[in-house]
């Protein structure tokens, strides 16, 4: 009997070591981080291309063009597996400014080169991410897709803007809906820290409706802006 005993007993060590090590590679998985809060920089680029302003008493060839921005980023990124993880993308809104394109003047009212009318934007974008290499790389690329949704609030036509529609006027820009995509870079600083760099682009579609005194003009306009991200993200 205690000679089976000591026979016996490599195998069960060996089932043993199996067991820890199991529960050791567990544990180590279970211990990777789910959650990463980013902070960082949101430089937009827009690719902005707009119908001529059309509607009673328009002159021909008015458009307009918008200036690229910067703002604060802010990202919330949750781990799905060893590849995967979703993200939701925010800039503090910013303030963006439309100006004249077209006839240097309507009338005799200064017009292109202008600043006609100003609004800010909330555009959260939601991507589902694919991350390269093993969690643990020092340097590991990603890409994703989404969906984008932009709100244009605090629209104002500014002084020059009703000058050139010819008196004090209201600006409406429906909501957008639109597809995102997104490619990037994580670098591990640490094993919470790491430091982002990531380029995306998105389709933001609306129609402007601007009314003077009860008259509508508008134009279709395509913003399609394109962002440059850098940032530092905590992950816990």
Do not use: C, M
């Given at each position: 009997m205690t000679l089976l005993n000591i026979r016996t007993l490599p195998a069960s060590l060996t089932l043993i070591v199996a067991s820890v090590g199991c529960a050791a590679s567990a544990g180590a998985d279970d211990a990777v981080p789910n959650n990463d809060f980013r902070l960082g920089s949101y430089t937009v680029f827009y690719h902005a291309s707009a119908d001529d302003l059309s509607g009673p008493y328009v002159p021909a060839g008015l458009?307009?063009?918008?200036?690229?921005?910067?703002?604060?980023?802010?990202?919330?990124?949750?781990r799905l597996s060893t590849h995967f993880a979703a993200e939701l993308a925010l800039g503090y809104p910013p303030a963006t400014k439309t100006y004249g394109v077209g006839p240097a003047a309507v009338g005799s009212v200064p017009y292109s080169g202008q600043?006609?009318?100003?609004?800010?934007?909330?555009?959260?974008?939601?991507?589902?991410?694919?991350?390269?290499?093993a969690e643990d790389a020092v340097l590991r690329p990603f890409i994703g897709i989404g969906l984008n949704y932009t709100n244009f609030y605090d629209r104002r036509s500014t002084a020059a803007g009703d000058a050139a529609s010819g008196g004090p006027t209201k600006i409406e820009l429906p909501p957008s809906f639109g597809p995102a995509a997104t490619v990037g870079l994580a670098y591990r600083i640490a094993p919470h820290w790491h430091a982002y760099a990531?380029?995306?682009?998105?389709?933001?579609?609306?129609?402007?409706?601007?009314?003077?005194?009860?008259?509508?003009?508008?134009?279709?306009?395509?913003?399609?802006?394109?962002?440059?991200?850098?940032?530092?993200g905590y992950a816990f």
């Open positions: 458009n307009f063009r918008t200036d690229n921005i910067e703002t604060l980023y802010v990202g919330y990124v949750r600043a006609i009318s100003t609004a800010r934007w909330l555009a959260p974008t939601a991507f589902v991410e694919y991350n390269f290499f990531s380029y995306s682009g998105s389709k933001v579609n609306t129609r402007l409706t601007s009314i003077t005194a009860g008259v509508d003009r508008t134009s279709h306009i395509e913003f399609n802006p394109q962002a440059l991200v850098v940032s530092v």
